[in-house]
């Protein structure tokens, strides 16, 4: 159960590429080299990557919007070069680039945003009813606090815990709903307190610790896969910046505090794992460094396969091939 | 009439163990719900101040709100941290304000792990450790409203060392020099990392420190607990070398890990110590009181001290006898002549 030296040595790879795929996408929002919005994941990629590194191929994967998903991406192992170009509406983009935002990889049993926030708990029981049905597959949902305002969120968990399906609802809890607290928006703090009410086993962890978050959800799909049904990941996290880019970073209707953002960063998750990757002996600098290098290296990579794209110009007939019902 | 503190954990009794064995979990709203019943209980019998430790959860300022106006005398408010990072450092500084302010005693609802963060910051000032945590040997079950009595008994009615009880604790040592301690058990886990922390798994240690074994805890002491019990009060500690569960020349004793995780354990070897007892084991990682925390580096020499003079505990059922003896309950207690100065 435990984490062995390569699954650290793996995670904490993941870990600092999420970290420049979020710098990356910051930089081409502010240069303008992005379609839509973008909602920065500095300080809070740990989550991501620690739920999806060790998921099996046929796990269905539903990612947190925050980062767009990066933190999933990397540790899913998709193509970001295809993941940029749908940011950019290239051609080249995972959905040809008409989606943006809303991208998905379905070859991966990905499934990236739609438009509003909590849209994903009733699919989820779809998946999970499939995966149950199927065999060896399980589901894991990511989301926010927020999004368990919906009432969508209640009706998932209560078909998922009658049926049994295996499903893990993992949320990220960074204490934030666009400029609402999460005192403002539930009762209780921990948003597992739902859970509970349904019977569903429920654990709340660290969510800036990528070690931890990947041990619990490893031991959350063995729980899944073995017939016991749903449970509820709460990861506690935090965001460093504003909800999205060109939104001002409020509080209610306040400016956030400088100068206890400031304080948060010592919980950076990237300077967490680094300080525990050198202390318990898994990595040297020298590997570190080299981590570092490959990881800028393959952000130079993505940014030139999705600039070198031809921007989408999809026929009508192409257009409508997309439309499910109309 | 020195004031009361409380010190809550928030994480407490939430973690992985929900999943890989029967924990249950101690809600938010049961933890506030415990901080109203002691506060009810200090405000009943005439403590004049009470501080909470904030935390990101505002646990503190829940319980106070949810009381409103029904508290009678008392002065209840949390303390003033100016930041608060959802980490162990918000319950350290807590506690060194606490301390640093003269406090008469302190309650901390959490586990082993709330309590050691805890006692290593509150220096002298006695605690009253109630269990929330998942596998509790230092804190016990304890309900709110007795713990709040017992505290006010221990600022208004009792003297000196009155109803105190020193526990043990354990220290660990790097070629001489104190790392970290613990206030039950310290541990050598074979892994690398402390991944989620918790500890559960029996066959992954290999070796144990105890400064407690008693057979009604749950958790690594347990170990010590259903095999060698240490007598409270005896004044030693106990050492274990744990072997593979199929050897046969180990003795094999069964234990409860964790709730509802009762497992064979092998003992290749077991011994009390009074004082200090060596590391055997040169790789993996530290875990203090069920918490893993730090990698064994294999350039030092490990040792584990035993301490006698650990934090200064309330013992709640006597410190009760003596605040009825001494009329603490009845209309007519006069506090000038029991007050700590």
Redesign the interface.
């Known amino acids: 159960m435990a984490l062995g030296k390569e699954q650290m040595a793996l995670l904490y790879r993941n870990l600092i590429r999420a970290d420049h795929f979020d710098k990356m996408m910051m930089n081409r929002i502010m240069q303008g080299k992005l379609i839509g919005f973008y909602h920065p994941g500095d300080g809070a990629m740990a989550a991501g990557v620690g739920a999806s590194t060790f998921l099996g191929d046929n796990d269905i994967l539903n990612p947190h919007h925050r980062a767009h998903g990066l933190g999933y991406a990397a540790g899913r192992g998709i193509d970001v070069g295809r993941y940029l170009a749908e940011h950019t509406g290239k051609v080249d983009g995972c959905c040809g680039g008409r989606s943006s935002f809303h991208w998905s990889f379905p070859e991966k049993k990905l499934y990236g945003a739609s438009g509003f926030i909590g849209w994903h708990f009733c699919p989820v029981v779809g998946w999970g009813w499939a995966s149950k049905r199927k065999g060896n597959q399980m589901v894991l949902m990511a989301s926010g606090d927020g999004s368990y305002g919906q009432g969508g969120a209640h009706e998932a968990m209560l078909f998922a815990m009658n049926w049994k399906l295996p499903i893990v609802f993992f949320c990220e809890n960074n204490g934030m709903a666009i400029h609402s607290t999460i005192s403002d928006m539930h009762p209780m703090p921990d948003i597992s307190s739902l859970a509970q009410g349904y019977g569903m086993p429920a654990v709340v962890i660290d969510g800036q610790d990528v070690f931890a978050v990947a041990e619990t959800v490893i031991a959350a799909r063995e729980h899944a896969l073995a017939g016991k049904g749903p449970t509820f990941v709460e990861a506690k996290t935090l965001r460093l910046r504003e909800h999205d880019v060109g939104t001002p970073d409020l509080a209610r209707a306040e400016p956030r505090d400088a100068q206890y953002l400031e304080e948060l960063k010592k919980r950076d998750p990237v300077v967490l794992a680094t300080t525990r990757v050198l202390a318990e002996k898994v990595l040297t600098q020298k590997q570190i460094d080299e981590i570092y290098k490959e990881a800028k290296e393959e952000v130079a990579a993505i940014e030139k396969f999705a600039d070198d794209s031809p921007i989408a110009q999809p026929s009508i007939e192409e257009l409508l091939a997309g439309v499910y019902v109309a | 009439m020195k004031s009361v503190g409380i010190i809550v954990n928030?994480?407490a009794g939430?973690?992985?163990r929900?999943?890989?064995a029967f924990g249950s979990?101690a809600?938010?709203?049961e933890k506030v719900n415990a901080v109203v019943r002691i506060l009810r209980a200090l405000d009943a019998l005439g403590v004049e101040r009470v501080r909470i430790a904030p935390d990101?959860?505002?646990l503190g300022q829940r319980a106070i709100g949810a009381i409103g106006d029904e508290l009678v005398s008392i002065d209840a408010a949390c303390l003033e941290l100016p930041?608060l990072?959802?980490?162990r450092s918000d319950t350290e500084r807590a506690a060194t304000l606490m301390r640093e302010q003269d406090f008469g005693c302190i309650l901390v609802l959490g586990g082993d792990g709330t309590s050691r963060a805890v006692a290593s910051h509150c220096g002298d000032v006695p605690l009253i450790p109630i269990s929330t945590g998942t596998n509790n040997a230092f804190p016990r079950m304890l309900e709110g409203t007795l713990a709040g009595m017992a505290a006010a008994c221990a600022v208004r009615a009792l003297h000196g060392e009155e109803a105190l009880v020193q526990a043990p604790m354990l220290r660990l040592l790097a070629d001489g020099e104190e790392v970290s301690h613990a206030l039950v058990d310290i541990a050598v886990?074979d892994?690398?990392?402390?991944?989620?922390?918790a500890v559960w798994?029996g066959h992954?240690v290999r070796e144990l420190f105890l400064a407690q074994a008693r057979p009604d805890s749950i958790g690594l002491s347990a170990i010590g607990g259903c095999l060698a019990p240490l007598e409270p009060g005896c004044g030693q500690g106990l050492h274990l070398q744990l072997g593979e569960v199929d050897d046969p020349t180990c003795t094999h004793v069964t234990a409860p890990m964790a709730p509802g995780l009762v497992v064979r354990i092998a003992v290749r070897d077991f011994a009390r110590f009074s004082e200090r007892a060596g590391v055997n084991t040169s790789e993996g990682?530290f875990a203090f009181d069920g918490e893993r925390e730090?990698?064994i580096d294999d350039r030092f020499c490990w040792e584990v001290v035993y301490d006698p003079r650990g934090p200064r505990v309330v013992d709640v059922q006597q410190a009760l006898a003596l605040g009825i003896e001494r009329g603490l309950f009845r209309d007519d207690f006069h506090p000038a002549a029991y007050q700590k100065p």
């Open positions: 928030p994480a939430k973690d992985l929900r999943l890989v979990t809600t938010h709203s990101p959860t505002n930041w990072l959802g980490s886990i892994t690398i990392d402390s991944g989620a922390i798994e992954s990682v730090m990698a």
